[in-house]
């Protein structure tokens, strides 16, 4: 079992992400399975090394920009029967009208749906 380090709940959520990998061509379009103010978990078809930094596109709401951020991956773990993985992945640098749109964002969700405890 995992040891819990988390420091904020996080809120399920199913929305549409881009990972950059910096220096790289290389760019992931995937979807978050859950959102924290201080990170983000994923689907992936590629297992990033922990420390893997990336840059990140969040989409909240259609119709929106995105919320951009830099992370790096705190954690992976392969999903069962398949070929995928889950990455857990911290945020590091946000701009402080992103975190703000992000705080609203999971304040809104909060309210409609159960928190996944930190």
């Known amino acids: 079992m995992l040891n819990e380090r988390r420091a904020s709940s996080r809120v399920r959520a ?10 790289s061509p290389h760019l992931l ?8 103010i201080g990170g983000v978990c994923c689907i992936s078809s ?3 090394p922990i420390a893997t930094q990336f840059n990140l596109e969040l989409i909240l709401s259609t119709g929106e920009g995105p919320i951009s951020a830099r992370g790096r991956t705190a954690w992976f773990r392969s999903l069962p029967h398949s070929e995928q ?14 975190k703000r749109r992000l705080s609203v964002y999971l304040g809104r969700l ?5 928190l996944i405890p930190a």
């Open 14 to 23: 199913y929305r549409p992400v881009r990972l950059h990998l910096p220096r």
């Open 46 to 48: 590629t297992a990033f």
């Open 85 to 98: 993985f889950d990455l857990g992945i911290s945020f590091f640098d946000m701009p402080e009208t992103d």
């Open 29 to 36: 379009e995937t979807l978050t399975k859950d959102l924290s």
């Open 110 to 114: 909060a309210e409609k749906f159960p």
